[in-house]
């Protein structure tokens, strides 16, 4: 049972944290034109190549360091989940660059693919920097032998979420504001890091 926990903690993060991110209104906009089967397989499959990269690739860093630098790791990670809830409560500044996720999301968009490479292309492109992506690195980092729970988890979320927005987009739209599922989702990541620190002192 030792895979639960890394699935339910990744599952957790990357589910409320997608819940009004730009990724998710983009495959809210997608379910109008497309089957949900089809966005859905694509959200699996774009999360996969983006969240699995950066689970791998934590996971395989950890091995380079001794036992006692694990510590350290450890500690990288509850920081990181403290900082992406605490840094989340910033107001937020409008950048001017115009050549930015945004627009290469749109580009996606507008080409002419099968929507599920679309999709898969969008979430990937979106992931890379976010605070999600940047979460499953650190707890492949934290969890490196629970590779296949972290991944799965962060599929399970993602698909989870955007089904959330595809089949129930108005209800959350009227019932759940913008500010709070974000102040909802930083106060997860608080909660995770505090819990994180707590389990080292134990």
Same mark, same amino acid.
């Given at each position: ?135 499953? !690195? ?7 032998? @629970?590779? $296949?729970?972290? *991944?799965?988890?962060?599929?399970? #979320?993602? %698909? =989870? ?14 019932? !759940? ?7 909802? @989702?930083? $106060?997860?990541? *608080?909660?995770?890091?505090?819990? #994180?620190? %707590? =389990?080292?002192?134990?």
């Amino acid at each position: 049972m030792e895979w639960v926990y890394p699935f339910l903690i990744t599952f957790t993060l990357v589910f409320f944290s997608e819940l009004g991110d730009k990724t998710q209104l983009l495959v809210l906009s997608f379910s109008t034109k497309n089957k949900a089967k089809n966005i859905l397989l694509g959200v699996a499959i774009g999360t996969f190549f983006s969240h699995g990269f950066a689970i791998l690739f934590g996971s395989k860093v950890s091995y380079f360091f001794s036992e006692h630098f694990q510590i350290y790791l450890k500690l990288f990670t509850y920081i990181s989940f403290l900082l992406f809830g605490l840094f989340g409560f910033l107001p937020k500044k409008k950048k001017g660059n115009s050549f930015n996720q945004s627009n290469v999301l749109k580009k996606f968009s507008n080409t002419k693919l099968n929507a599920i490479i679309i999709v898969a292309l969008c979430i990937i492109v979106g992931e890379l920097g976010d605070k999600t992506f940047l979460a499953s !690195l650190s707890l492949g980092i934290q969890y490196p032998h @629970s590779k $296949i729970p972290l *991944i799965l988890g962060s599929i399970v #979320g993602m %698909v =989870s979420s955007d089904c959330i927005a595809i089949f129930c987009g108005k209800f959350l739209g009227n019932h !759940l504001k913008e500010q709070f599922i974000e102040f909802l @989702s930083n $106060i997860i990541f *608080i909660v995770f890091g505090l819990l #994180g620190f %707590v =389990s080292m002192i134990i």
